[in-house]
């Protein structure tokens, strides 16, 4: 689940893992043109969740995982979303 923090002003995600049951929790917001969103994997590893080039009818998808507390990053999935009509 995805959604604007009103009493915040971050973005907040609720993804569970249906393999696993693991429960992720993200949030932040709009830094530059982008969305990015910080959180903590089961593990203690960093996450960071993106969305770049935001356009009308589509964005990048970027899903990330450090485990040097944010030293460096490692991409584990990338997604292009595009709405057609």
């Known amino acids: 689940m995805r959604f604007y923090d009103t009493e915040s002003k ?3 995600v609720i993804f569970v893992v249906p393999q696993s049951g693991k429960i992720i929790l993200l949030a932040d917001g709009a830094v ?3 969305i990015v969103l910080d959180g903590v994997d089961k593990d203690g590893s960093r996450l960071r969740w993106s969305f770049n080039d935001i356009q009308t ?3 990048l998808w970027r899903g990330e995982i450090s485990q040097d507390n944010g ?3 490692k ?9 057609v009509i």
């Not at 991409?75 to 709405?83: K, P, S, V, Y």
């Open 57 to 59: 009818n589509s964005f």
């Open 10 to 12: 971050d973005w907040r």
């Open 71 to 73: 030293k460096t990053w």
């Open 32 to 34: 530059g043109d982008r």
């Open 75 to 83: 991409i584990e999935q990338i997604m292009l979303r595009r709405h």
